[in-house]
Nanobody, 125 residues
Framework: QVQLVESGGGLVQAGGSLRLSCAASGRTFSSYAMGWFRQAPGKEREFIAAISWSGAITYYGDSVKGRFTTSRDNAKNMVYLQMNSLEPEDTAVYYC??????????????????WGQGTQVTVSS
């Protein structure tokens, strides 16, 4: 079992940056790959980024590639999403999620068994 709590969301102007954090409970955090998703009103939940259990491998969605970076600190049970060059289209609720380290395709929502409550990111033009 793992519980996830996101923080760091807020209101930012276009072109600005935010750093989201996700705190995980439990002693087996390093057993999980971690992902970030977002959902805007009226839209499907969208894959943003994922990171392997060790942090050695990362994946990004096409819409954020080159602007967003995910990282993790297993000693602190934390995962981060650094978001740069934010655009109004990035406005959404952002979720972190956990999947078993051996999960096949970390771009799929279905492989994640644990989700945080989400944090709102609003980018003004």
């Amino acid at each position: 079992q793992v519980q996830l709590v996101e923080s760091g969301g807020g209101l930012v102007q276009a072109g600005g940056s935010l750093r989201l954090s996700c705190a995980a409970s439990g002693r087996t955090f390093s057993s999980y790959a971690m992902g970030w998703f977002r959902q805007a009103p009226g839209k499907e939940r969208e894959f943003i980024a994922a990171i392997s259990w060790s942090g050695a491998i990362t994946y990004y969605g096409d819409s954020v590639k080159g602007r967003f970076t995910t990282s993790r600190d297993n000693a602190k049970n934390m995962v981060y999403l650094q978001m740069n060059s934010l655009e109004p289209e990035d406005t959404a609720v952002y979720y972190c999620a956990a999947a078993w380290a051996g999960s096949a395709n970390l771009r799929l929502r279905e492989v994640y068994g644990y989700w945080g409550q989400g944090t709102q990111v609003t980018v003004s033009s």
